[in-house]
């Protein structure tokens, strides 16, 4: 039971801080990829909102790889990054407000 508390006050702090910074129905969806490329879905981003790699393994964030907002696709080459784990991560504003699944390239 005591676990269970513990999950909901996260989730709903979690909830609580999307809110207040106006990204609740933010989104980032990873729809595939190449051998050289990688393709998302993003929707409800807030202007400038920057779409950068995450190494899943050391936490690095590589440069950038879009600046985006609203609602739309995206394809974004591998070419600069080692193989690995990753994930992309959308901030704005020094402040995530979406990622993916992480994948294998």
């Known amino acids: 039971m005591r676990s269970y ?6 989730a709903a702090a979690a909830v609580l ?22 393709s998302v879905a993003y929707s409800s981003l807030p202007a400038s909102t ?14 950038p790889s879009a600046t985006v907002s ?10 600069a990054l080692p ?3 990753y994930y992309l991560l959308a901030h704005e504003a020094g402040d995530w407000v979406a990622q993916t699944v ?4």
């Open 17 to 38: 801080w999307l809110a207040a910074g106006g990204s609740a129905n933010a989104a980032l969806n990873y729809t595939g990829q190449t051998a050289t490329t990688v």
């Open 102 to 105: 992480w994948f294998y390239f």
């Open 50 to 63: 920057q779409i950068a790699f995450v190494d899943r393994i050391s936490g690095s964030i590589f440069l």
């Open 5 to 10: 508390l513990r999950g909901t006050g996260l």
């Open 83 to 85: 193989p690995g784990e």
């Open 70 to 79: 609203g609602s739309g696709t995206l394809v974004i080459s591998l070419a």
